[in-house]
């Protein structure tokens, strides 16, 4: 197929984008590099420099790129910063989208799969939380995200576009190729790694009285490649709507247990600070992800504690700097 990657220079575009051009398929990548790197966009893929935020400009991206559907990555992704700058995350999220609809609408682009956040959730009143579970986001981050499913389902429905909206909640772990280079860094995994190479003085634990079994948050991880996986799935099935499924394994990991973790697949002691707890981190946040298994037929095989935080260590050794070195 040939296929639009928005934000493909990004962390998890970049993943994908990687997996796509092994499985034959003809991609173009759109990013503006505010926060990916060029040096992230998979060899073998084509390389546009463009905004969402420029209506013209994404129109003719779409137009030259003549793809059969789009994989949409590209966002602004930091709750604390969508606090602080909530326009940019309108503007990045919910403008960027609306302008990349119009141009797929103009160029006759009708499949997307968004990458969607459990963010559009806010503070879950049950777990494991299920698709049609209230969602009130309880930050712009999550507001921008969910206004942009509120679009696609009404393209959907008005137009005949044919969307997945796929609800990532912590995404770990890197390739051989292609890993985590965010500045600044705010997942746990890679800041604990960032840690042991000496770039960190102390990996920060926020609350230890949660009433979790080891008083540490829990979060629900999947591997970066068992992400990909499901977009793949998702992009064979969307000869109809799919609408929004949760990805995730249900069971989750502590912050106390990705300590453990980092240490023993490193073999390294990591310098803890425990701290109280962080404002809006809910105790624990993991995923029913039946329907993906069911719709996708999508099984996350790699998302083990070790594997994610194998891989990505193996990255980070080889990518001390980064993808600048
Ligand atoms: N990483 C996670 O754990 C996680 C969890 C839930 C959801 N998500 C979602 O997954 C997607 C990818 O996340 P990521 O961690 O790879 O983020 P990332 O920041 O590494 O990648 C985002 C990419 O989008 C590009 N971009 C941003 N604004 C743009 C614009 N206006 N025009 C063109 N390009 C633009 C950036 O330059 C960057 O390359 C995001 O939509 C994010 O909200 C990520």
Redesign the pocket.
């Known amino acids: 197929m040939r296929l639009l990657v928005?934000?493909g220079?990004?962390?998890?575009?970049s993943v994908m984008v990687e997996r796509l051009v092994d499985l034959g398929h003809d991609v173009v990548v759109?990013?503006?590099?505010?926060?990916?790197h060029r040096g992230a966009v998979a060899t073998g893929a084509s390389f546009v420099e463009?905004?969402?935020?420029d209506s013209a400009g994404t129109r003719q991206a779409v137009k030259d790129a003549a793809p059969e559907a789009v994989l949409h990555?590209?966002?602004?992704?930091l709750v604390g910063e969508s606090m602080t700058d909530p326009a940019r995350y309108f503007g990045?999220n919910t403008v960027?989208s609306h302008h990349l609809l119009l141009a797929m609408r103009e160029a006759n682009v009708a499949k997307i799969v968004f990458?969607s956040?459990?963010a559009v959730y806010g503070m879950p009143s049950r777990l494991p939380v299920e698709e049609g579970d209230e969602k009130r986001p309880i930050n712009p981050y999550g507001q921008s995200?969910l206004m942009v499913e509120q679009m696609l389902e009404a393209h959907a429905a008005a137009y005949g576009l044919r969307f997945a909206a796929l609800r990532?909640f912590?995404?770990a772990g890197a390739t051989r190729v292609h890993g985590e280079d965010?500045d600044p860094e705010t997942?746990a995994i890679p800041v604990a790694l960032q840690t042991l190479l000496g770039k960190r003085e102390r990996f920060s634990v926020f609350g230890t009285d949660y009433p979790t079994p080891d008083g540490t948050a829990i979060r629900d991880y999947v591997h970066v490649l068992d992400l990909a996986d499901a977009h793949v799935a998702a992009l064979e099935r969307l000869d109809r709507s799919l609408g929004a499924m949760n990805l995730g394994t249900k069971d989750g990991f502590s912050v106390r247990q990705i300590v453990e973790g980092v240490e023993r697949v490193t073999g390294r002691s990591l310098p803890v600070a425990y701290e109280g707890r962080r404002a809006g981190d809910p105790p624990s946040l993991v995923a029913d992800s039946s329907l993906a298994r069911s719709v996708l037929g999508w099984t996350p095989a790699r998302s083990t504690l070790d594997e994610m935080i194998g891989s990505a260590w193996e990255w980070f050794q080889k990518h001390p700097g980064g993808y600048a070195g």
């Open positions: 928005t934000g220079a990004g962390y998890i575009g759109l990013d503006n590099l505010w926060r990916g463009a905004d969402l935020l990555f590209a966002a602004a992704t990045a960027g990458s956040t459990a995200k990532y912590n995404v965010h997942h």
